[in-house]
């Protein structure tokens, strides 16, 4: 990243989200509608390695929070954290807390497949089932109870439309979702994420391998989403974190090292290592 | 053409992959011609005593007189008790093993066992099976205690082919599966059993085509050979398979016995052709579910 941050954040409003996205007065007060996810000393080890050190941070709700940091520094470990999706890899441990909703989720007896519908994800790396479009969308639902197949088809075209992705598949819901290119499966993940109706949305680099427009229309998704959501995105585009996100948070090597709005982060960041990353000297 | 500069160290490397080519082509045709060669000899003994008659025909003293029927009924019974314990059982192993089972040293051991034990002769399964179900059960010799023998003759080699199967499927799928909220018997139900049946199916058509052939442990627990009746009941009556039928057929001394054995070799190819055929169709009905 060569490209220097122009001072001026949000870079490029989306226009569809323009009335509602006031640029100053929103970002004054980030916690206005509480805390959704609370990190208290979070530390995180992959059997003898560690990748998370003493991580403390606070989601607000109806906010994004833009997760930035070089490659392998630990946001998508945190970010799996946020809804245990690392107690799928063997011999992994997490220390501290991570409270939702004020309830710590690795307390005993928590119920995780229901945190699972709370907190949904979309992964780095797209990965649809190896079945149809709509069966795709319409997973989560139906693992969730829904049969009706009217709910059904009308949760799936409003979360395709929601993830742009439904003007180009509704003439073939019912063909394989392998067959999509790389950017629109990502943009179907994305739809099946939102077909749980979550509370929390985690996004591991979702615009990773999307062209500029389909891009711009997942951060306009965004934008409309944290409405109803609590969002936190992993990118490696500057651009992107200032443009969607209230707050921004830097990972290095395994350590939190700033979080603030991004206002700020972006136009004066407290920390040389964080203001060396946005400007692109090292990273 | 320009030859690499690295070519020149090796100059004979093209004539040996040539030569390696051709070595594994003579391999190929070897076993292909040995199996031609049997079929052939199979085929041309046997053909002439194959019949309608002979398929639904007991067996007789007299060669000219016999007939497959009971075995045949035998073998398709066993395949049914067989396939109806190992199959379930097996892939529910499977699925222990693979999905819920935390990596331990009891899992590591278990895991060896089952592997060791898919290499243990068959006939070591007939002892365990006529003391374990003849005699300690009381299930007699009936079809009921040789389908139990059977099982654990094929069990070891379901349960593994249907873990590679399950360990086939892209740990992704898993992950996005949970990550929508879906317990693991919802991911293993809508999601791994899908994927992985084509691979499952074809270890348990492996599994039970080498159950249709196995006659030693059979022969151990005491299956008849000389059976002019199709079992009623599966524990008490008597009945015999066609590899059975088949290998007494061959230990008579008149060459009439060892065509008519031939014929049941036809048709024990026959039923094996059958049951793979099955599988193919089977395979390709449930793969519409998944669409790669
Ligand atoms: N499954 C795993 N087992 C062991 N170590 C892992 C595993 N996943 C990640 N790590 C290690 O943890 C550290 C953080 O990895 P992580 O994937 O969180 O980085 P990241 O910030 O998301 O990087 P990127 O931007 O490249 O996606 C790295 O050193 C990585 O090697
Ligand atoms: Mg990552």
């Known amino acids: 990243m060569s490209e220097a941050i122009s001072p001026r954040v949000p870079l490029r409003v989306a226009p569809r989200a323009l009335p509602r996205v006031p640029t100053g007065q929103d970002h004054e007060d980030l916690t206005k ?251 | 053409m320009s030859v690499s500069k690295y070519s020149e160290g090796r100059p004979y490397a093209k004539i040996a992959s040539q030569a390696f080519a051709l070595a594994c082509g003579l391999c190929t045709l070897l076993s292909v011609s040995v199996l031609v060669l049997l079929l052939w000899n199979i085929f041309g003994f046997g053909w002439s005593s194959l019949s309608w008659d002979f398929v639904t025909s007991w067996p007789s003293r007299f060669a000219a007189k016999s007939g497959i029927w009971s075995a045949l009924i035998g073998s398709l019974y066993l395949i049914g008790v067989t396939a109806l314990f190992s199959v379930p059982i097996g892939v529910g192993a499977a699925i222990y093993l693979e999905e819920y089972a935390p990596p331990s040293r009891w899992r590591s051991l278990v895991q060896i066992n089952i592997a060791n034990l898919a290499g243990v002769p068959s006939i070591v399964y007939g002892i365990l099976g006529l003391g374990l179900f003849v005699r300690m059960m009381h299930l007699n010799r009936g079809v009921l205690a040789g389908g139990l023998t059977l099982t654990l003759v094929v069990l070891p080699i379901i349960i593994l082919s249907s873990q590679e199967a399950l360990r086939a499927v892209p740990s992704t799928i898993r992950q996005a599966s949970y990550a929508l909220g879906a317990t693991r018997w919802q991911t293993i139900w809508h999601q791994l059993l899908p994927i992985s049946l084509p691979g499952i199916l074809t270890g348990v058509i492996l599994s039970l085509s080498r159950a249709l052939g196995e006659a030693a442990p059979l022969v151990v627990i005491g299956a008849a050979t000389f059976v002019r009746f199709t079992p009623k009941n599966l524990i008490t009556d008597d009945y015999t398979a066609l590899p059975v039928q088949i290998f007494n057929w061959t230990e008579q001394p008149q060459v009439a016995f060892h065509e008519i054995a031939a014929a049941g070799i036809i048709v024990l190819l026959t039923v094996l052709i059958a049951m793979n055929a099955l599988a193919v169709i089977l395979r390709q009905r449930f793969s519409k579910k998944v669409r790669w």
């Open chain 1, 33 to 283: 509608h509480g805390i959704k996810v609370t990190a208290a000393d979070v530390n995180f080890f992959y059997s003898e390695h560690q990748a998370l050190y003493g991580i403390n941070l606070a989601v607000p709700k109806n906010c994004v929070t833009a997760l930035i940091g070089p490659s392998g520094c630990g946001k998508s470990t945190f970010l799996r954290c946020l809804n245990r999706m690392n107690d799928m890899i063997d011999g992994t441990l997490l220390r501290g807390k991570i409270l939702l909703d004020g309830e710590d989720i690795y307390q005993r007896g928590t119920d995780v497949v229901e945190l699972r519908k709370r907190v949904g994800m979309v992964f780095q790396k797209s990965n649809p089932f190896p079945k149809t479009i709509y069966e795709n969308v319409a997973y989560g639902p139906r693992v969730a109870g829904v049969k009706k197949s009217v709910i059904l088809e009308e949760i799936v075209e409003k979360c395709l439309q929601q993830a742009a992705l439904w003007d180009e598949v509704q003439s073939r819901l019912n063909d394989s979702a392998l067959q999509l290119s790389g950017g629109q499966q990502q943009r179907l993940c994305i739809a099946r994420a939102l077909a749980t109706d979550p509370e929390v949305l985690l996004m591991d680099e979702p615009a990773s391998a999307l062209d500029p427009k389909s891009t711009a229309a997942i951060e306009d998704l965004i934008f409309e989403l944290k409405d109803t959501y609590t969002i936190v995105i992993v990118t490696h585009n500057m651009q992107q974190a200032a443009r969607v996100s209230d707050q921004t948070a830097f990972f290095y090597e395994g350590h939190l090292i700033e979080v603030g709005r991004t206002t700020d982060m972006f136009t004066h960041p407290r920390e040389k290592r964080t203001e060396d990353y946005i400007t692109g000297r090292f990273g």
